[in-house]
């Protein structure tokens, strides 16, 4: 058997857009990925639906694996033939024991490769306004480690410290801040030089305490600044208030949990980034094709009109029309439906208008609007998941209308993403559902012993009837089913109804 490979890849400070193209590459091709809680949850939905996920962090009252576990682990994984990617937050060679990990592969004989992330030490800063390094105000920056080692002492050399003219970044050192503060202060650093804390840096909860050596622990206590955090010491903090940028978003603060597929929570996500929201892409639904070509078996001459329910089952269905070898003026005649703008947007880019689609999304409307433009000549064909709801084609065959269903998938649950879940549910402040199925396998992976404080979103009716039979209680149900709908609903939260 051929040996496999570790990648010890960097996530981030936790903003998802940070990670570097090399690392989403190796996330496409691993087999495996060990992940620590810090990783950004969106970036396990780029993974391939075969690759395991093992989550190898830790987390307060929640002890998964120890070092050494998770060091033997890694290099077991890579002899069993597999690509093996270690995820962990931040740059995996600064304080992140990414060294310790290299060295027992290389002990154990397996090939390893470094993918370095973008570090919190100058991330977070520079989202809070504060760059490490300016011209006119710091020509260097030093990292140093707040966190007390084994023996419980803070290994500094402080003397050394205090007469650096650059910025200085404590890391994990909210615990010790007083004691940072002492030592700096009795070693000759000035009680009026600037210094801020900057609490969970890139993401919704993000908060920046700005003061200095003499009044930042007070500051810190009166805003309750909690871990993860990391301290800036030096003059570039006073220029937070010039370039804060990061921190004015109307969703600033918010983060919010798509549960859809992997490509509609994308979408959902990039909708809600633009107003500042942080969002946490937890897919725990895929699509999952039949083994054999749904569409051999269809005579297009027999039909005159093609009717679409989802965004999912036109990519699917370009897919599968590619794969059989169908010659595309055998469809030209047809006439195309869909339930949505989304469903309509996703043909469009495949250069179809559509000729049908309902003012309101959902499968009863669209009904509505399709019944009275058939005659009796008309045989509607209908693109849609194998599990789907069957609204639409029941109401088609009540009209007496000819109608013929083509499952283009199955909705299935994705139970890779319940230890996601677990662990992003209970900061997140929004929870939106835009599928029933989504809903479904939620309830389904739900630990009940999870705080949840977070207000559920649902995309339409159909979806909050959904929430409702699984016993979820939905703040709002979205006045319009699209992306931009769940968008409006969030934001008409936040601001009271007021324009944004």
């Known amino acids: 058997m051929k040996q496999g490979k570790v990648y010890l890849l960097g996530a981030g400070p936790g903003d998802a857009e940070l990670l570097t193209i ?3 590459n190796c996330l496409q091709k691993a087999d495996v990925v060990v992940y620590d809680f810090l990783a950004c949850p969106s970036m396990l939905n780029v993974v391939r639906q075969d690759c395991e996920l093992i989550f190898a962090g830790k987390q307060a009252g929640h002890h998964f694996k120890k070092q050494h576990e998770t060091n033997l682990l890694l290099a077991e994984l890579a002899k069993q033939g597999k690509t093996v990617v270690r995820l962990k937050g931040g740059d995996p060679y600064i304080f992140g024991r990414g060294g310790e990990e290299a ?11 470094v993918v370095p992330g973008v570090s919190s030490c100058y991330s977070a800063p520079a989202y809070a306004g504060i760059p490490v390094t300016h011209r006119t105000y710091a020509s260097s920056f030093h990292v140093i480690t707040g966190h007390k080692q084994l023996d419980h002492r803070l290994d500094i050399n402080f003397k050394a410290l205090a007469k650096l003219d650059g910025t200085l970044v404590f890391l994990m050192s909210l615990m010790n801040l007083p004691h940072i503060v002492e030592e700096l202060v009795a070693n000759g650093k000035s009680v009026d ?3 801020a804390v900057v609490q969970q840096g890139t993401t919704a909860h993000q908060k920046t305490a700005v003061g200095t050596l003499a009044t930042i622990v007070e500051e810190v206590q009166r805003q309750q600044i909690h871990t993860p955090a990391l301290t800036v010491v030096g003059d570039v903090v006073s220029l937070r208030d010039q370039l804060n ?4 978003g109307t969703l600033f603060g918010k ?3 798509a549960t859809g597929t992997q490509s509609h929570a994308k979408q959902i996500a990039t909708e809600l980034r633009q107003y500042g929201a942080e969002t946490a892409e937890i897919s725990l639904i895929y699509c999952k094709t039949p083994k054999e070509n749904p569409l051999l078996q269809v005579d297009w001459s027999e039909y005159t009109w093609i009717v679409f329910t989802s ?3 036109v990519e699917l269905f370009w897919d599968d029309l590619r794969q059989s070898g169908t010659d595309l003026r055998s469809i030209m ?3 195309f439906a869909a339930i949505g703008s989304g469903t309509a947007q996703a043909l469009r880019e495949h250069g179809i208008s559509v000729d049908c689609m309902p003012k309101r999304f959902e499968s009863r409307y669209l009904a509505e609007e399709l019944i009275p433009r058939l005659n009796d000549k008309d045989k509607v064909l209908l693109m849609r998941a194998e599990n789907g709801t069957v609204v639409l084609p029941q109401l088609l065959k009540k009209a007496g209308k000819d109608c013929v269903s083509v499952p283009l998938y199955r909705t ?5 993403k319940k230890e996601l879940l677990r662990l992003h549910l209970t900061d997140a402040d929004y929870l939106v559902f835009s599928s029933a199925s989504a809903v479904r396998a939620y309830a389904k992976m739900r630990d009940p012993s999870v705080p949840c404080h977070a207000k559920v979103i649902s995309i339409g009716e159909v979806t909050s009837k959904a929430a409702a039979q699984c016993g979820i209680s939905v703040a709002y149900t979205a006045k319009e089913a699209t992306v931009s709908g769940i968008a409006a609903a969030i934001l008409q939260d936040v601001t009271g109804g007021q324009e944004v």
């Open 245 to 248: 940028w990061f921190e004015k």
């Open 255 to 257: 983060k919010v949990l």
């Open 103 to 113: 060295q027992v592969l290389l002990e154990q004989g397996v090939e390893f490769e």
């Open 193 to 195: 030089t600037p210094a």
């Open 412 to 416: 299935e649950v994705d139970m890779r």
């Open 311 to 313: 965004a999912n089952g």
């Open 333 to 335: 005649h047809l006439k």
């Open 22 to 24: 090399k690392g989403y």
